[in-house]
């Protein structure tokens, strides 16, 4: 047997033994959850970032805050079956829950053509998992990664003085992020549309679908409009006047569109949602998505989700896109803190979903 | 001097195989609920699989454990570590089987599907779709995890001391198959 040691010194190192192993994991832990690296982009930097731009909370969503609950179906054309063994391509009248919304971070923001506007989407279909998708107007999105995103977030923070983000910032942006700059122009350039129903709305993320051989094929999407596309007109009227369109339109016919998937070409990059693809791209009709119901977000069906875009069903994974990781752990913490908030009435209000019921008997 | 009996085989190789695990999913857990990537789905898409499996073998030991019983502390432990030693293992039970339960219940709170295996196998709900508790629970499930870490610290600096400091047979009944005599 080893002889009991009496010295100070063997016991000082043996208590030292005792406290090791803890705190070596307590530093591996602290590690982990990123104490030790400042410069890391982690979910609740980025929240903090979009409250100094000025996002809201209180209860919603800290972007893409002003909204309207929209239902409808999504009836598949067949012809994407072939590259994903969804059922969502094959299947017929699966129920859908959806949302548009601005994409600021201020719910009672004035409605302006000019801001982005977002379609969300939940396909439900029966006897198939889930599949949630939410997507901009814009073609593409000027934001390659997670740096990207912080950085852009950093430089829309409000300017005390001012109340709005410093100009200086925004070009400093701009000139230390080239990469960019190509995504932002095209962008800029894009064609607006009158309103939220003739809008197109892109995936802007890559995903791969799965065939039933396990074939992988990396697509971008689009909602592409079945009515007819007006121009934004110059003259608009009222805080609110692109969401009473929509409900208006909605109360008096369905809307619809197409579901274009866009397959990757050989030198498209799928791991960066800010570059374009070739135009010459094979594309595929997946179906019509047809929605016909509209309802506040106050009570409505789409307000306790969170349109997580990796929220997938079996025939459809993420790409290598860094920008969906961000996108699913950002929306995560933006749900779990929106979620334990108070929050006060939607800018669309129940009232104003209503039917018109008064204008169509005056009509009548 | 007669050694003290060693924990069975099966104890052993539960707690190892658990040790290893809940540290995995701490780790796993802390980082991914900090993180927006390039890791970030992939450790989501297995904190879920390997939370259900602890919650598994969580009940299996703890029945096991209900119908064994462990080889008991040294009679010279003051009773006040004793005590300290019976909580701490009540506790650490009661938040192996009580996190994945958390878990599962926020994220069905929440309205997500829970995909167990790949996003075609999933679990049912164990709550009904409301913000507010799904909020809750997530909060509730940090500080839990939180409490589970400080308290897997407090376990290995305990064995540790038993082991290098009053250098009794507790340490050992756990690490080495002893014979009872």
């Known amino acids: 047997m080893v002889a009991k040691s009496t010295g100070p010194s063997r016991s000082a190192l043996r208590w030292l033994g005792v406290a090791a192993a803890p705190a070596a994991l307590a530093f591996g832990f602290f590690w982990a959850g990123g104490w030790f690296s400042p410069n890391r982009v982690t979910q609740n930097r980025l929240m903090a970032e979009l409250h100094d731009a000025g996002s809201y909370g209180h209860g919603f969503r800290r972007a893409h805050a002003k909204g309207v609950c929209v239902t409808g179906r999504f009836d598949a054309s067949g012809a994407a079956a072939s590259v994903s063994k969804a059922a969502i391509f094959r299947e017929q009248s699966v129920p859908v829950v959806g949302r548009f919304a601005l994409g600021a971070g201020q719910p009672y923001v004035a409605d302006n053509p000019a801001t982005v506007r977002s379609m969300a989407l939940r396909f439900m279909p029966k006897d198939a998992p889930e599949w949630r998708a939410a997507m901009n107007d814009p073609p593409v999105l000027p934001l390659r990664d997670a740096q990207d995103v912080s950085d852009f977030f950093s430089s829309q923070r409000l300017d005390p003085a001012t109340g709005k983000p410093d100009p200086a910032r925004i070009r400093a942006f701009g000139a230390t992020h080239p990469w960019l700059k190509a995504a932002a122009e095209k962008n800029a350039h894009r064609v607006v549309s009158s309103g939220f129903a003739d809008d197109t709305y892109h995936s802007l993320d890559s995903f791969l679908l799965v065939a039933e051989n396990g074939t992988k094929t990396a697509v971008r999407w689009a909602m592409v409009p079945m009515q007819p596309v007006a121009p934004a007109d110059a003259a608009t009227a009222g805080r609110d006047h692109l969401f009473q369109r929509l409900i208006a339109d909605l109360h008096d016919h369905p809307l619809q569109w197409r579901m274009v998937l866009t397959v990757a070409g050989p030198h498209d990059a799928v791991n960066d949602p800010s570059q374009s693809w070739a135009q010459d791209d094979r594309t595929i009709e997946a179906g019509t998505l047809t929605l016909d119901t509209v309802e506040s977000e106050d009570g409505g069906p789409c307000t306790g989700f969170t349109f997580d875009p990796l929220i997938l069903p079996p025939g459809i994974i993420p790409s290598d896109d860094p920008i969906l990781q961000l996108r699913s752990g950002a929306y995560m913490r933006s749900f779990a803190l929106r979620s334990g908030e108070k929050r006060g009435p939607s800018a669309i209000t129940p009232a104003m979903t209503q039917a018109p019921a008064a204008e169509s008997e005056k009509k009548s | ?181």
């Open chain 2, 1 to 181: 001097m007669t050694p003290a009996p060693s924990f069975s085989p099966v104890a052993r190789v539960l707690h190892w195989l658990m040790a290893v695990m809940i540290l995995s999913m701490l780790f796993i857990g802390l980082f991914m609920a900090s993180s927006v990537g390039p890791g970030y789905h992939r450790l989501v898409s297995l904190h879920r699989p390997l939370g259900i499996a602890i919650l598994v073998l969580a009940l299996l030991r703890l029945t096991y454990r209900l119908r064994h019983a462990p080889p008991p502390l040294p009679d010279d432990l003051p009773a006040v570590l004793k005590l300290a030693a019976k909580g701490s293992h009540i506790l650490l039970y009661a938040l192996m089987i009580a996190l994945p339960l958390v878990g599962w219940g926020m994220l069905s709170a929440g309205g997500y599907p829970i995909p167990l295996w790949g996003n075609g196998v999933l679990l049912p709900p164990i709550l009904p779709h409301n913000p507010a508790v799904w909020s809750w629970l997530r909060s509730a499930h940090t500080v839990l995890a939180f409490t589970l870490f400080g308290l897997v610290l407090v376990h290995i600096g305990a064995a540790l001391f038993h082991g290098l400091i009053r250098r009794d047979a507790v340490l050992e009944s756990m690490t080495h198959r002893k014979r009872s005599e």
